[in-house]
């Protein structure tokens, strides 16, 4: 049940933008974002829900297609602390984890 | 800033002992979570834990596994006998809201090696 992220890897120079995209085989509430650093913990992005509402801490966007079961991060003029893998996460059909994508690793070089 | 904290940061040990990990989530969180990363591979569920009794778990978290929480601080990840496949990142998280709206607080992880 786990969500499929694309692409597996991305390599940016700074200031230039990138999409990473997460789906799903079934209908979602939520999808959730997560940025990891090398050596260093998840640590939270967004969380979009379904109706639209957001919740997150950084300057980036983010959508969420409910009927697609779809939902996409949008990287816009990326600098270096961006570098890191990204994680999607949604909930399962019941319970009380979110199940990760396998990541998607990006660079920013300068 | 509240943090979750985790000991020990880095653990070695034989295949078949029993390892004990323990993580203190922020204070006025109600959920908690032990996660596991492979290196270089996705974070994978392993337990949920909420109001002192697992919420849910994963196929990973089979008999060799147990979850504690002895007083109102600690969280414990037992594993009873170890394997080498059990070498991994294994985080801790808690959360003040269920999942599906609330954000997810990791701590900085132990890393177990098995020899």
């Known amino acids: 049940q786990q969500p499929v992220q694309s692409p597996q890897a991305v390599i940016l120079r700074e200031g230039e933008d990138a999409v990473i995209n997460c789906s799903s085989s079934?209908?979602?509430?939520?999808v959730h974002w997560y940025r990891q650093k090398h050596g260093e913990a998840p640590v939270f992005l967004m969380i979009?829900?379904?109706?639209?509402e957001q919740k997150g801490h950084e300057k980036i966007s983010a959508s969420f297609n409910e009927k697609k079961q779809q939902s996409s991060l949008y990287l816009t003029a990326s600098q270096l602390s961006y570098s890191g893998t990204y994680f999607c996460?949604?909930?399962?059909?019941?319970?009380?984890?979110?199940?990760f994508g396998k990541g998607t690793s990006l660079l920013v070089t300068p | 800033e509240p943090e979750v904290t985790q000991t020990p940061s880095h653990q070695v040990t034989q295949m078949g002992q029993e390892v004990i990990l323990r993580c203190v989530p922020i204070?006025?969180?109600?959920?908690f979570y032990w996660y596991r990363q492979i290196l270089g591979q996705k974070v994978e569920f392993l337990v949920s834990?909420?109001?002192?009794?697992?919420?849910?778990k994963s196929e990973i978290f089979d008999d060799q596994f147990s979850v504690e929480r002895p007083d109102g601080s600690n969280f414990t990840l037992k594993i009873r006998s170890t394997k080498l496949e059990d070498s991994a990142m294994y985080f801790c998280?808690?959360?003040?809201?269920?999942?599906?709206?609330?954000?997810?607080?990791f701590g900085e992880g132990s890393r177990l090696t098995v020899l």
């Open positions: 998280a808690s959360s003040s809201e269920l999942y599906i709206t609330g954000e997810l607080f």
């Open positions: 079934k209908a979602l509430y939520s």
């Open positions: 979009l829900l379904k109706g639209g």
């Open positions: 996460g949604t909930p399962p059909n019941s319970g009380y984890a979110l199940n």
């Open positions: 204070s006025n969180h109600l959920y």
């Open positions: 834990f909420y109001n002192n009794e697992i919420s849910e």
